[in-house]
């Protein structure tokens, strides 16, 4: 076998080489790469009417994306700078425009939908059970990546309209 | 091979596997210019943590995360596919835990917690394509080289549920359960031509067209062909004889053959259709037949069509409805030489109508309720032998029909703990079964899983087990048979060291009961099957995963399994030790990916000694220098180690001698 060690020290050539080289991309975390669809979600969504002074997102429930969502604090969307709202009281989730659902179980979930039900609220979830229950845009993990599906009759149903370019994208389209 | 011997290799890989995660800390920060990324772009990300939330839909038959599901199930992905290099379904399922894979040059086995015996056709893992049984209905055989009706360029994911999974899914879901999810219209987008060559004169094409349309319809039309020449000369010094070629087989490991798939869905709808051909050559002269004889082959075709509806009534119900039309064609061509030469063929024709309807209820607080019902059709079990213009020893038609019901629970004691229990009862002509299935999960802490498992499995005896006789050549019948069964209880650990550090063990033992078997009657010399006295298996498996922000992915997995028959002896083709390292990294830029494997398989116990163990290593280069262009270069088994894999009683030889060093450049383009 006179060709082995020369195969031998091309790998481990390329080895040492990806030990030390400095690769392009960075990769990012799930809860941050969720942050970034989130950003594109509301990018393609449009709302039957915008508030006046900020465009809010509320997580509900504990914060299952460790703060990343801050990194949009500020930024502007539809011309209306980004504010992140954490333990928001139930009464002015109304005021919310895209709700971020963590539920510690599939009854509070429930309870939450019902409360949310037809209000023109983007709704969204990695929660297990959140694309029986209606959620509109469902986070769909890979063990290396991030898929999502949109429920177009939620959507709907909330007074929103899904742009297509976004469900040409969906893995799942309700 | 003096200054790298296999083992060093290891080492180095090894080295490389402990010491890279020191090297790279996963970033905190936002990645710069991720918010502004289009969409597309961020569907293809990978990440540097691993996620926890993943869904899987075999464990259990519905949604639920790997977390909570009854059993240690693995995912493999597209992109694991691309990374490594994978050609056939076996290749990828070897990568995982407990597995191993064995090829005599006609099939190939899987082999799982140490269990793979030769001459048994897979009949102990069931195998579902979109949660269609594959496994056909005269041999129960499961398929993982070129004869699985999905080419492997279309598999989206695979599941795998090791473990006893009867209790959901009937008969053959007995060592475990391994599911094909295809990739749907929407993910190719378009005409997609793949082209590949490679070591041996392996030729493939593939030709795709996917599309999902404005109102929500998904379509997928592919058809694959392939022509793999194989290793043109292969030595076997049982036949070195003057009379036998002196051992030399020649052109007779060809592997050729066709796949289709066609996928359609609309709304709740969906309607798929999957063929393969595969003729496989027999350079072995298995079955006593004549030695180097160019007509020795096998054909093997299987179509299946399934209609499928899942959809939610009302607010707490779901139904899925699934009927589906198999067929399983099978023909031997066997050269034989008594006093004349004779083509003697052997023929199996299978056909059968599938149905499954399942209701899911949520409507319980904290409970998720399943009652099932499976029904099996066996419109045709027709198996033939005969000669050529000869006399016909065998022409045995059957018509049969199995059903089963099946009841689950999904139950939230408590947030992070949850039971499942559930039950089914199997009804087959030859013999009746009923499995129970528990299993308890409890997220101990954010970062720690534990699961306790425990359930039965059982295998009714099929139609070739028990009436197949060739007249008195080589085998005979055996209508008497049981179905056998097995018990198994499993212990698994999950823990995140970090947010892309993953630790997870497996300890499980399980025992067979009234194992069916091939052995000879010494009273005449026939081949025949029979319940044997039985086997357990007790073993472990280790996993350690990390990813790194500059995209690269280790995974380092280890497994031991000790599989004994009832007198304590090793079983045959069981392997002690596993070891397996799996690695991926951008290479300056994304568009150029390496994946290498290293696999390392302990000796293994054959009919007349033990195969040595062998250390495996493939690399693959996958290149995308255009958007819609994509370019790998495969080698596979670098260090051209020359390992052997045991063979049954139908083989003169003890063992049979697996490929070298091989290469595989592939080509796809997008439109």
């Not at chain 2, 936002?30 to 691993?50: F, Q």
């Not at chain 2, 709304?267 to 595969?278: P, T």
């Not at chain 2, 116990?605 to 790998?632: C, E, F, H, I, M």
């Amino acid at each position: 076998m006179p060709r082995l060690p020369k195969i031998l020290a091309a790998l481990l050539g390329l080895l040492a080489f990806l030990a030390c080289g400095s690769p392009a991309a960075v990769d990012a975390t799930e809860e941050q790469l969720k942050v970034a669809f989130l950003h594109k979600f509301i990018q393609f969504t449009a709302w039957p009417q915008l508030p006046t002074d900020d465009f809010r997102i509320c997580m509900l429930g504990e914060d299952s994306l460790h703060g990343n969502l801050n990194y949009l604090t500020n930024k502007r969307i539809f011309q209306l700078p980004v504010t992140v709202h954490y333990l928001v009281p139930a009464d002015s989730v109304a005021s919310c425009q895209v709700v971020y659902l963590n539920p510690p179980n599939r009854g509070a979930l429930q309870r939450w939908r019902r409360f949310l039900a037809n209000q023109p609220i983007l709704t969204v979830s990695d929660d297990a059970d959140a694309w029986d229950e209606n959620v509109i845009i469902v986070f769909a993990l890979e063990p290396n990546g991030i898929r999502f599906k949109a429920n177009l009759t939620a959507a709907r149903a909330a007074g929103l309209f899904l742009r297509s370019q976004m469900l040409e994208l969906a893995r799942e389209v309700r | 091979m003096k200054a790298f011997s296999p083992n060093r290799l290891l080492l180095v890989a090894l080295v490389l596997g402990v010491a890279l995660p020191t090297l790279a800390p996963a970033a905190e920060d936002m990645p710069p210019d991720l918010l502004e990324r289009d969409l597309e772009y961020l569907t293809t990300r990978r990440l540097s943590t691993v996620p926890r939330s993943v869904s899987v839909t075999t464990a259990s038959k519905f949604s639920q995360t790997l977390g909570t599901a009854p059993a240690s199930v693995h995912i493999i992905t597209a992109d694991d596919i691309q990374t490594y290099g994978y050609r056939t379904l076996g290749e990828a399922l070897r990568m995982l835990p407990g597995v191993y894979l064995s090829n005599d040059r006609n099939y190939s086995y899987l082999g799982v917690r140490g269990f793979s015996r030769p001459a048994d056709f897979n009949s102990r893992v069931l195998l579902l394509v979109d949660g269609e049984r594959i496994n056909d209905n005269l041999y129960d055989s499961a398929v993982f080289g070129n004869d699985v009706p999905v080419d492997i360029d279309l598999i989206d994911r695979i599941e795998f549920v090791p473990g006893s999974g009867s209790a959901v899914y009937g008969s053959n879901a007995f060592l475990g359960v391994v599911n094909v999810i295809t990739k749907h219209g929407h993910s190719l987008n378009g005409t997609e031509l793949s082209g590949s060559y490679g070591s041996f004169d392996a030729f493939k094409v593939r030709g795709s067209y996917g599309k999902r349309f404005d109102n929500g319809a998904e379509l997928l039309l592919s058809g694959t062909g392939f022509d793999w020449e194989g290793a043109d000369r292969l030595y076997y010094r049982e036949f070195d004889t003057p009379q036998q070629h002196r051992g030399r087989a020649v052109g007779l490991d060809y592997d050729r053959g066709q796949t289709a798939l066609a996928k359609f869905s609309y709304h709740a709808f969906s309607l798929q259709a999957g063929f393969a051909d595969r003729i496989k050559g027999i350079p072995t002269a298995s079955f006593g037949q004549v030695f180097n004889d160019p007509s020795a082959k096998t054909d093997d075709r299987r179509v299946f069509v399934t209609a499928k509806y899942n959809d939610k009534i009302g607010r707490d119900w779901d139904v899925y409805a699934r009927l589906g039309y198999n067929q399983y064609d099978y023909r031997g061509t066997y050269p034989y030489r008594d006093t004349t030469h004779a083509i003697n063929i052997d023929q199996g024709t299978g056909a059968w109508w599938g149905g499954e309807l399942r209701f899911t209820n949520t409507g319980f607080d904290r409970h998720r309720l399943m009652l099932g019902l499976e029904l099996q059709d066996n419109v045709r079990q027709l198996q033939r032998n005969f000669d050529r213009g000869g006399p016909v020893y065998l022409d045995r038609p059957y018509r049969s029909l199995r059903y089963g019901f099946f009841l689950q629970d999904e139950f939230r004691l408590l947030d992070s703990l949850t039971l499942m229990a559930g039950a089914r009862y199997d009804h087959t002509p030859f013999g009746e079964s009923a499995n129970p299935r528990i299993g308890l999960t409890w997220r101990a802490l954010d970062s720690t899983t534990l699961k306790f498992l425990y359930g039965t499995a059982f295998r009714a005896p099929n139609v070739f087990e028990l009436f197949y006789s060739d007249g008195g050549i080589t085998a005979k019948a055996n209508p008497g048979l049981r179905p056998e069964n097995i018990e198994s209880i499993e212990f698994d650990l999950e823990h995140y060291l970090t947010p892309s550090t993953r630790l997870a063990a497996a300890f499980y033992r399980y025992k067979l009961n009234r194992l069916i078997g091939q052995v000879n009657d010494p009273s005449d010399d026939l081949l025949y099957y029979r319940n044997l006295s039985g086997a357990d298996g007790m073993g472990m498996e280790l996993e350690a995963e990390h990813r790194f922000a500059d995209g690269i992915r280790a995974i380092l997995g280890y497994s031991l399994q000790r599989a004994q028959d009832s007198r304590g002896a090793a079983l045959l083709n069981s392997p002690e030790h596993m070891l397996k390292l799996h690695l991926s990294a951008p290479l300056a830029s994304d568009e150029y990916r390496l994946g290498w494997e290293t696999l390392y398989f302990d000796q293994r116990r054959s009919k007349q000694g033990k195969v040595d163990g062998y250390l495996l290593s493939n690399l693959n280069l996958v290149a995308t220098p255009l958007p819609n262009l994509s370019v790998s270069l495969g080698l596979y088994n670098l260090w051209n180690v020359r390992y052997r894999d045991p063979v049954g009683d139908d083989f003169l030889q003890d063992r049979i001698l697996q490929d070298g060093r091989g290469f595989r450049l592939r080509l796809t383009v997008r439109f």
